[in-house]
DNA sequence: AATGAATGAGGGTTCATTCAT
DNA sequence: GATGAATGAACCCTCATTCAT
């Protein structure tokens, strides 16, 4: 790669980051083209140069997004530590991006087009269903996983631990809870069998 | 209340349902005064003669909705039931509005501005959790609960579960998945104590 | 028609009035919707208000100056003059409107969209078509055409120069041919004969 | 012109052919410089180093098909063929570009700026007009023309014929009036003296 | 109190043109 | 001389809000 296309990614890379950060600080739909222009340094119709559109740049962003979650995923799993450290990794880890997409952006997209469900679905299939079942696997030879549970259920528990922990408003609130919500993901309300 | 504030009030009812309904499927910004009207049956102007302008109607909005969801959360702490169904109906029942609120609508309300987290702190600490309180000490009780688990804890597991469960589009996935979710929230992934 | 309607119909009028003379001038492309509110002497929403976007405004352009020229035609063909003078009447009265459309507005709706077409079509085969064979059973009758021509050729002819005369650029510049031109197109270059 | 030179002119060449061909097409205005290089296979900066501007360079692609107009009618006004024949070939010869200009070409022109107005005078003056004399000339021995007429309506009606009939959206429809509409031009709506 | 009509401000997008290499 | 990248200005359109009746 040379220096015009080095620059030109990079370039493409601010305009993405700045649009991450904006999205996530204020919603997609309140940001504007100009607000990320300015924020990326870069005038607004260098975005279309790059972009095309608003929605092109969103899907964009999602792409990067979803990517760099899985990735990072990935790293989780394949990691050498034991099950219930990696859950709580997965689980409790901010800002590495979550195996789940933040919600507005999830609706925003599911109401406005369906390509990017397919990527989704997609990527669902092919990278995060297999990290977890090995996951899952693990989890029931190290005695953390009853064996009668499905392998969905204990994934929706964790997307849902993961989406919601990554709320900000959440986030905040409940770090000195940690442990316990470890806790009663092993061993549920009712307390650890003695 | 004589027929005219009654005229009155239920026009006010009529915007409240209007927006509602539109906010849920739509998100709040999407939705513009004009649709509201029109799906109330009402002239934008008449919308800005009982609420002011956009943000005050939203305001009223929520606590309309903030109001809803607690009186059902009471409804259900008071009746005769068992702990664990309690609980399941709790965080099942869609549609009875929930403990927690949808999210964009928290987001956008925190963002913009503080005066209606104020008010769901308020409502937080004089109602929800005294009914939670109640709830629990029942739930300990019956043996669903261990005693040795924070409040905070346990409410931030249904609040969780509720809450993302109504998202429209989770909702549809785990129907089938329910009773294994409830076993995942009383006896974690481990599994029941035999 | 009440006082409100009156003066809204007022309004739309003021605005297709406005359109069209811009329109004329400086062709459709060139005349932004700024330029019509502004000469029209309203804001641009509410030329909005009254037609949806710019596409729907050109069409009612449209209309109103198919009509307007229809309605034209039909006065001259059953007054009470011979044939020749009504074709005269026909090709040269100037700004009341044509039988056939103005070129660039044919051209940028046939190319954009395609109801507009249909309309023409339409307004051709119901009224144009049946007016001209009215008018050139007449003229046959009169001696001023060759029965052995077809209505196709003769209305092409007309058309033609009523079209062409039309232009801006071209009816200054022929007014003194007048006599020539008719002579032209009743007795062709050879001449009368004797 | 050495190697340079020509390529040069080449490249010049391809952007007006290029320039021509889109505006036939999409009309002057709706054809922007980036569609042009990308027709003519430049970069847009290519055009401006050639061109200055986009008005410099609608008036170049003008003179050049003025110039080709010209010289076309030329061609046929000393070809070896009856005057009747000559006529026809003058205003049925699409594409062979005319003696008279595409109609937005010249509406816009006229209206933007009055230098194109001057050039296409002069050309009237040296070339058209003095060709058409020829021609009529011509026409008049044959007996095909009455001595009566004046050239300039004469030459009017071969010009509105021309420009007529190479409107899009007119040529298709009259091809098969072709020998009426010669026959109208000869011998007007009367038709033949016998 | 209620409405139809009107508007200023702002958003996404396009385009002729210039900058930097 | 040629290019990819960048931009200011303008355009169409939407929306919360106000005016006039």
């Known amino acids: 790669m040379d220096g015009f296309q080095r620059r030109r990614e990079q370039k493409k890379q601010d305009i993405l980051e700045a649009s991450i950060n904006l999205f996530m600080d204020y ?3 309140k940001v504007s083209i100009a607000e990320i222009a300015k ?7 260098t975005i279309y140069n790059y972009f095309e559109n608003k929605h092109k740049l969103i899907h964009e962003v999602f792409i ?3 990517d760099k979650a899985v990735e990072n995923f990935e790293q989780v799993v394949y990691s050498d530590v034991p099950f219930n450290e990696k859950i709580k ?3 409790f880890n901010k800002k590495e991006v979550a ?3 933040n919600e507005e952006f999830y609706q925003y997209l599911m109401k406005e087009y369906s390509t990017e469900g397919n990527y989704i679905e997609q990527v669902y299939q092919e990278k995060t269903i297999p990290y977890f079942t090995k ?7 190290q005695g953390y996983v ?4 499905s392998n969905e259920a204990i994934m929706f528990y964790i997307h ?8 900000e408003d959440v986030y905040q609130n409940i770090l000195p809870l940690t442990e316990e919500i470890t806790d009663i993901f092993f061993y549920g309300t009712m307390g650890k069998k003695e």
């Open 27 to 29: 919603g997609i739909q």
């Open 146 to 149: 009853n064996p009668n549970l």
């Open 135 to 141: 996951l899952f696997k693990e989890g029931k030879k």
């Open 160 to 167: 849902m631990l993961k989406d919601y922990i990554q709320r």
């Open 39 to 45: 924020k990326a340094g870069v005038s607004q119709v």
């Open 99 to 101: 195996t789940q997409i």
């Open 64 to 66: 990067y997004y979803v």
């Open 89 to 91: 990794q997965i689980i």
